[in-house]
């Protein structure tokens, strides 16, 4: 075999074995249509939202820190870059991670902060990450491409649709945690509202 035969099988062997040892899906949900995912809570998120919503102590989602969006007028998709900082919000996207990918990096596993950066687009006034194209996830100054799953739209951009889900199925309200440095005793205000969607 010539060195010229042998160079693009060896490059074919590199990229299969990088794809063999890079972040995979664990649990695929592909045959489950979008809506019941969310539904049926089967990414384990509305105990989250619920915290978040609540205004519980140290209960703070992902911060946006970049976003680029695209599309005249209301904005049809984009690129957001997603960062996980507090230790509510790094734990919850650990267990997501674990629960749904396979051959998470020691460094994922490891990092107090981590952060996502993904493409979306608009559906119905949602937005969810594009199917079909990895994210990116970041941590200690490494990246990783992270295979599509729709549990990362649901922890990124699901805080109106599992609202939503509460009311729908009758779901308790999550009781407004009241502070007593709050005038009046009004509940304490929070920036961070994970994946609120755009108006």
């Not at 490494?142 to 699901?158: D, F, Q, V």
Request: charged share 25%; proline share 7%.
């Amino acid at each position: 075999m010539s060195p010229f035969t042998r160079a693009p099988l060896v490059a074919v062997s590199l990229a299969a074995l990088a794809a063999a040892c890079g972040i995979g899906v664990r649990r695929d949900l592909s045959a489950v249509r979008i809506g019941r995912i969310g539904y049926d809570d089967m990414c384990e998120l509305q105990a989250h939202f619920d915290a978040i919503d609540s205004q519980q102590r140290g209960a703070k989602g992902p911060r946006l820190v970049l976003s680029s969006a695209a599309g005249r007028g209301r904005a049809t998709g984009g690129r957001d870059l997603w960062a996980f900082e507090s230790p509510f919000a790094v734990a919850r996207l650990k267990r997501v991670l674990r629960r749904n990918w396979k051959r998470l990096p020691a460094e994922v596993r490891r990092a107090r902060r981590l952060a996502i950066e993904v493409e979306w687009v608009d559906r119905a006034g949602i937005q969810r990450v594009v199917t079909g194209k990895n994210a990116e996830l970041r941590a200690g100054g490494e990246s990783w491409a992270l295979p599509y799953h729709p549990c990362l739209s649901e922890l990124l951009y699901g805080a109106p649709l599992y609202r939503q889900r509460r009311v729908t199925l009758g779901l308790p309200e999550p009781p407004l945690r009241l502070r007593s440095d709050t005038p009046h005793g009004r509940p304490h205000s929070s920036a961070a509202d994970a994946g609120t969607a755009r108006d």
